[in-house]
Nanobody, 119 residues
Framework: QVQLVESGGGLVQPGGSLRLSCAASGSFLSMPTMGWYRQAPGNQRELVATMTTTSTNYADSVKGRFTISRDNAKNTVYLQMNSLKAEDTAVYYC??????????????WGQGTQVTVSS
């Protein structure tokens, strides 16, 4: 009952910037946690950044370069990626933990968007 639509991926040169967006829609009361994960070919899916109403968490590899933010009015989470490196190349997945009712919270995933950093 919750759908996530990602956008903003693409090809960028090393040192460049990119901003990912993920808009949530459907039936839910709130989204306690929103975030981004990524998966490169042959690798495990790994956490990039997450955000609650009170805190943020970043992977060491992106700390200082990436910034996560959210617009509650639009039910949208963003990932601003600066100083991109070739190692950042991966499929990026939006993640949302949504509160469906007082007693129910569920995890949802976007379809993924490709980010390629190459010269």
């Amino acid at each position: 009952q919750v759908q996530l639509v990602e956008s903003g991926g693409g090809l960028v040169q090393p040192g460049g910037s990119l901003r990912l967006s993920c808009a949530a829609s459907g039936s839910f009361l709130s989204m306690p946690t929103m975030g981004w994960y990524r998966q490169a070919p042959g690798n495990q899916r790994e956490l990039v950044a997450t955000m609650t109403t009170t805190s943020t968490n970043y992977a060491d590899s992106v700390k200082g370069r990436f910034t996560i933010s959210r617009d509650n009015a639009k039910n949208t989470v963003y990932l601003q990626m600066n100083s991109l490196k070739a190692e950042d190349t991966a499929v990026y997945y939006c993640y949302v933990r949504a509160r469906r009712s007082v007693y129910v919270e569920l995890n949802y995933w976007g379809q993924g968007t490709q980010v390629t950093v190459s010269s």
